[in-house]
């Protein structure tokens, strides 16, 4: 019996490092099977697809369309702002960046703490109890961890550390042809 | 005479240099093995790294061994100034095997990878994201976090011994001092 490679909670959210590590890896063919077998569909924030389908960029960008296509990865409606969880949440994320990469605050951007934003808005909107994160961007993940247990959302997400995820998926799809 | 400014123009000394890295304390044979100089050629290579001081010799007596210089310097390049470090050689040295290397050294120079050097030391300490990077060095955030993922292999593969995990609890409490402000 193997280590489960998804944790069972019902969404899924990825960042931008985990899809480019796969791209880098020349494996998303692996991860496409991984998400597919297993029946999750990852989520990716608005900001995150822009981050990876960069206008007239001169290196080849990740198959995130396909992906899209294929229903594998889905694009989330955008951040709402209004929301008062969701603009604490981000404002939290905002001050776990500045310190942890030592840069004054007002030069982290809002859309710096996007994934935390769409995380929040899941929840706050209903239309998940419990998210995935797969980031490697630790601070950020500390800072939604932590605003969102002070709103009420205690427990309701967990990490899943990017890079170890792309080592067990291709350990796991690697030689299977 | 050569200058340590020109390894970094010429790939095949850049080479050599990632290649005594990487052996440790190799002897002229052991590097000239899988590299595609004639041994002569490695011989008179070894002897200009070792005259400006990026390789040094670490016997007394034949066979010699050299061991790549942890070299830590600054200078001035094409009216440009940068830090060269072992990191810095090693990712100039796979240029030819790595795509995005290539590119990014097209784009930005050997001293846009040396600054992209500084920021994968953060980013692999966690304490940089490729967003912050791409801001400052007005590049699209897919081709700093490229950047940064490769590099992060390099300097994980020759600094094995960087701290990579976070400290939560200091970060939490670095948070709330800033919170209680």
Known sequence: MSAQLFPSVESHIIDANLFIRFERHDTVDLLERAVTEHDVVLLLPTRVYEELTPDSYPYGTPPVEAAIDAGWVQILEEVDYSNSVVSATMDMVRQYISVATDRPEHTIEQADAEVGGAVATLLEHGQTESIAIYTNDIPAFRGIERALSQHGHEDSVQLVKAFDFVESVEARYQFQG | ???????????????????????????????????????????????????????????????????????????????????????????????????????????????????????????????????????????????????????????????????????????????????DE
Do not use: C, W
Request: aromatic content about 4%.
């Open chain 2, 1 to 179: 005479m050569l200058a340590v400014s020109d390894v970094i123009q010429n790939n095949r000394l850049a080479r050599l240099y990632a290649r005594a890295f990487e052996l440790d304390s190799p002897t002229v044979e052991e590097l000239a093995v899988g590299l595609e100089s004639s041994t002569t050629t490695v011989y008179e290579d070894v002897k200009h790294l070792v005259d400006i001081g990026l390789l040094e010799r670490v016997t007394e007596t034949q066979p010699h061994r050299y061991r790549a210089s942890r070299v830590d310097l600054t200078i001035q390049a094409d009216g440009e100034t940068f830090r060269i470090t072992p990191i810095l050689l090693v990712a100039l040295a796979e240029r030819q095997t790595n795509e995005n290397i290539n590119l990014y050294l097209d784009r930005h120079g050997v001293s846009g990878l040396a600054t992209a050097i500084e920021y994968a030391r953060a980013y692999t300490q966690s304490k940089m994201n490729a967003r912050i990077m791409a801001r400052e060095q007005e590049i699209p955030v897919l081709e700093a976090e490229t950047i940064l993922q490769e590099l992060q292999e390099i300097i994980l593969d020759a600094e094995p011994d960087i701290s990579t995990s976070l400290d939560i609890d200091e970060l939490d409490a670095a948070v709330d001092d800033r919170l």
